[in-house]
């Protein structure tokens, strides 16, 4: 989902200083196969602080 997409359908967003970047990457290598690393990675940095 984009940014966009979730201010508008949630009213959160992922706060992008609260994901490790290694550990984001590793997720996104994964992800085709199995995406659960990635979903809870991204759902513990969303935040409803949109500015």
Known sequence: MTEHMLMKNIQQIID????DA??????????????LKLDTLLKRALTDNIQ
Do not use: G, I, R
């Open 16 to 19: 992008w200083s609260l994901v």
């Open 22 to 35: 290694m550990n984001y990457l590793q997720a996104m290598e994964t992800s085709p196969v199995n995406n």
